[in-house]
């Protein structure tokens, strides 16, 4: 386990809620962050902050460096085989939404995605269907919460141009087996999106061993702050496919008569940037390397095994996904609605997100409007596991 002291490097965790000590569970929607991260962002503002690449000036000059430095941090932390390959978004919807405008379909064409995803790796490939006359396809899953291998297989085929996945699922904890699934839509030639916003705080990426073609995460899920986040891609695909937004940074030349397009990641870095975040992003990151990304899983992993036994004990409980699962642990209680549960918890100091987490279509495959989730961080102790456990039974034991 890592040592609980961790806690002391987030200062919002010093915190009370309803005069008790936080137990903060709800890392799926947003981390906390540590002192590094905060210290960077006043640093940028404090020492650094300019407009960057343009400048001549001292700051100017400074602020620049540590924006493309940090774009080398995070480069190295996806093991990324280049930093040109690394875009600043402000998140992963952001990223997905920028993949799915850039591409074009036709009619007849497919997109197929999983019952699994958020509704930010669905609606975008929605409306991208819609306009190109494409079919949205869904990759069914059991009872568990685990895509059905064979349906994917029988799924794909010549038609399948795009294959956007999640790599680990927000509402179950489900982990996909991306690296496999990836190489099987390439054996069709489809344009493989791996979802990586709950992955990368719990495991390492390696993108050039994936075999994907676009990747995308949020900052905010990994310690960072929110409003920045990145979308990795093949540097031979970001160079042949059109640019997304037209402005500033985008441009090698610009007429009144047409412009030449800058080269990736600046072609797709339209504006000025969240040039703090994107540093704070890379500090957050350090952070993470500094306590070992393998450390942070067997952690992160011990606590939410003992919050499933824990919480397996509650009569009429029903916990949702596989016993695999990672970063995220969701369940209901018979006759207990997950609201007045989230809320009763709450007034015990225990912070869980209740409904159904950006994922309408997976609750509506198990005929349920949303459930209780807890998810956890490098930061979280066994004690927060037994608060969680005696918060939720008593609370249930009440609404009962
Ligand atoms: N995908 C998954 C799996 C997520 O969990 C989230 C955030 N809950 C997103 C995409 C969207 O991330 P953001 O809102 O930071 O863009």
Not at 4 to 32: H, W
Not at 87 to 106: H, K, P, Q, R, Y
Not at 244 to 253: A, L, R, S
Request: net charge negative; glycine share 8%; with cysteine.
């Amino acid at each position: 386990m890592l040592p609980a002291s961790l806690k002391s490097d987030f200062p919002i965790l010093g915190k009370s809620v309803n005069d008790r000590p936080l137990v903060y569970l709800d890392n799926a929607a947003t981390s906390q962050k540590p002192r590094a991260v905060l210290d960077a962002s006043r640093h940028y503002y404090e020492a650094v902050n300019s407009n960057i690449h343009r400048g001549t000036h001292f700051l100017a000059r400074a602020a620049t460096a540590a924006h493309e430095a940090a774009r080398e941090t995070i480069a190295t932390h996806i093991h990324a085989a280049s930093s040109d390959e690394v875009i600043f978004t402000s998140g992963a919807t952001e990223g997905v939404n920028l993949v799915s405008d850039i591409l074009s379909l036709s009619a007849g064409d497919e997109i197929l995605i999983s019952t699994l995803e958020h509704h930010a790796n669905i609606v975008p490939w929605q409306m991208l269907a819609q306009r190109s006359g494409a079919k949205l396809v869904v990759i069914p899953c059991d009872e568990n919460g685990v895509l059905d291998q064979n349906a994917f297989t029988n799924l794909l085929s010549e038609k399948t141009k795009i294959f956007a996945l999640t790599w680990i699922s927000n509402a179950f904890g489900t982990v996909n087996p991306v690296r496999e699934m990836t190489a099987a839509a390439k054996k069709y030639g489809a344009i493989v999106l791996i979802d990586a916003a709950q992955a990368i705080p719990h495991l390492n990426i390696d993108v050039r061993d994936l075999g994907a073609d676009f990747l995308v995460f949020s900052g905010h899920k990994v310690y960072a702050p929110t409003g920045i986040g990145v979308l990795w891609g093949k540097l031979d695909l970001l160079k042949s496919l059109p640019p997304w937004k037209g402005g500033g940074e985008m441009i090698k030349q610009v007429t009144f008569e047409g412009t030449t397009y800058n080269d990736p990641p600046f072609k797709y870095e339209a504006g000025t940037p969240n040039i703090e975040g994107a540093i704070a992003l890379a500090a957050a990151l350090e952070y993470v390397k500094s306590i070992g990304i393998d450390a942070i899983h067997d952690h992160e992993q011990k606590l939410i095994a003992a919050a499933a036994e824990a919480l397996s004990e509650i009569p009429g409980i029903r916990l949702y996904g596989p016993s695999d699962r990672i970063g995220a642990l969701s369940f209901a209680i018979e006759g207990v609605h997950h609201y007045d549960l989230g809320t009763l918890i709450d007034q015990m100091g225990v912070a869980v997100r209740t409904g159904h987490h950006c994922c309408q279509p997976l609750m509506s495959r198990f005929g349920i409007t949303g459930t209780t989730r807890a998810s956890f961080a490098l930061y979280n102790t066994m004690e927060d596991i037994e608060s969680l456990a005696t918060a939720v039974k008593k609370a249930a034991a009440m609404l009962r």
